[in-house]
């Protein structure tokens, strides 16, 4: 056995080792991509199957329901650069006059308000939308709650509405006053 055989032999295993490595590199990726594409699939099932039976519930309850599964643009502006990003609600229902968000939840843990990410998507459509209220579907548990933000700075349109009416109605007096 020369020194010729004993590098060739070590090539081979390092050429072997790579390959190897290699193969059991791209089985663990295609496998992995191939569960989580699985998982998403599941995922949404479940989310559609959710939103069906809220929609039939919306309805039921006397909702008039506007949009479903509508995206809107929101515009975030930082310095003089915009950054246009699409939010898309569950749905976009009325009742009584007032707007309402209704996200619909079908996970163990994004379901409750406590949960960060929820808590944050939902700030984020109340600011977007600014409607009424959020109605928060819990669809594992089979319950709904109205989540209201009472932000110390923020107002509702109602109240705006209200005094834009009432100015406009004191104005209209003066003038009628000072006409006669």
Same mark, same amino acid.
């Given at each position: 056995?020369?020194?010729?055989?004993?590098?060739?032999?070590?090539?081979?295993?390092?050429?072997?080792?790579?390959?190897?490595?290699?193969?059991?590199?791209?089985?663990?990726?295609?496998?992995?991509?191939?569960?989580?594409n699985?998982?998403?699939?599941?995922?949404?099932?479940?989310?559609?199957?959710?939103?069906?039976k809220?929609e039939k519930?919306?309805?039921?309850n006397?909702?008039?329901?506007?949009?479903?599964?509508?995206? &809107?643009? *929101?515009?975030?502006?930082?310095?003089?650069?915009?950054?246009?990003y699409? @939010?898309r609600? /569950?749905?976009?229902? %009325? !009742?009584?006059?007032?707007?309402?968000?209704?996200?619909?939840?079908?996970?163990?843990?994004?379901?409750?308000?406590?949960?960060?990410?929820?808590? &944050?998507? *939902?700030?984020?459509?109340?600011?977007?939308?600014?409607?009424?209220?959020? @109605?928060?579907? /819990?669809?594992?548990h %089979? !319950?709904?709650?109205?989540?209201?933000?009472?932000?110390?700075?923020?107002?509702?349109?109602w109240?705006?509405?209200?005094?834009?009416?009432l100015?406009?109605? *004191?104005?209209?007096?003066?003038a009628?006053?000072?006409?006669?």
């Open positions: 056995m020369g020194f010729l055989d004993i590098n060739h032999n070590l090539y081979l295993v390092i050429i072997i080792f790579l390959l190897g490595g290699l193969l059991s590199l791209i089985l663990f990726l295609k496998t992995r991509d191939f569960i989580n699985r998982k998403a699939k599941k995922r949404s099932v479940t989310s559609k199957r959710a939103e069906k809220a519930w919306l309805k039921r006397g909702f008039q329901i506007i949009e479903k599964q509508q995206s &809107r643009p *929101l515009i975030i502006q930082t310095g003089r650069t915009s950054h246009r699409l @939010i609600t /569950d749905f976009l229902v %009325k !009742k009584g006059g007032r707007k309402y968000i209704v996200e619909v939840k079908s996970g163990r843990k994004n379901s409750y308000i406590t949960n960060r990410d929820t808590r &944050r998507q *939902l700030l984020e459509y109340y600011l977007a939308y600014q409607t009424y209220g959020i @109605i928060l579907f /819990d669809m594992e %089979k !319950k709904f709650s109205e989540v209201k933000f009472l932000l110390p700075h923020f107002h509702s349109k109240i705006e509405n209200a005094i834009y009416f100015l406009g109605a *004191l104005l209209a007096m003066l009628m006053y000072f006409i006669n």
